[in-house]
């Protein structure tokens, strides 16, 4: 589907939005409100290697994925890794009901546990179980999650 929006408009939704919206719309199989996201295996990749973003309505440093949650506090990749912060997943609201959580993991250059922290920041996106309408199909599914790739401007 292709977007047509006015000039100025740009793909910056909230955490909360970005759960609801589009992460358990995909889950469950129903139309998202925009077809902005792609689908793509990036923690095969290191930050540099993802498309650029080719839509006039995402920002210069922000990449929007759907992908396949991994497991483990290293996720490597050929040109280095993601690590996985030590800190509990922040908890996500809509009205006052969890609806999901968000993870940080920063980018880094080279070999675990020695590598260099880039300026790449991915913050994961899940939807929290008691949200999901069928629990049921979600268990034999492997678990897809959202997640936005950040870098900050120069």
Not at 79 to 107: C, D, R, T, W
């Amino acid at each position: 589907m292709a977007l047509n929006l006015p000039t100025g408009y740009v793909f910056t939704p909230t955490d909360e939005e970005l759960v609801v919206f589009y992460l358990k719309r995909k889950i469950e199989g129903e139309a998202l409100p925009a077809d902005i996201i792609t689908t793509l295996d990036v923690y095969s990749l290191s930050p540099e290697e993802l498309p650029p973003p080719g839509d006039r309505y995402l920002k210069d440093n922000e990449r929007y994925f759907f992908t396949t949650e991994r497991t483990g506090n290293v996720l490597p990749t050929k040109n280095g890794y993601y690590a996985i912060n030590n800190s509990e997943p922040e908890p996500i609201f809509h009205k006052n009901q969890l609806v999901g959580f968000k993870k940080e993991l920063p980018f880094y250059h080279g070999q675990s546990p020695n590598g260099t922290q880039s300026d790449w920041t991915v913050y994961e996106y899940s939807v929290a179980a008691s949200h999901q309408n069928n629990q049921e199909t979600s268990k034999k599914m492997p678990k897809l999650v959202a997640c936005k790739f950040y870098r900050p401007k120069d």
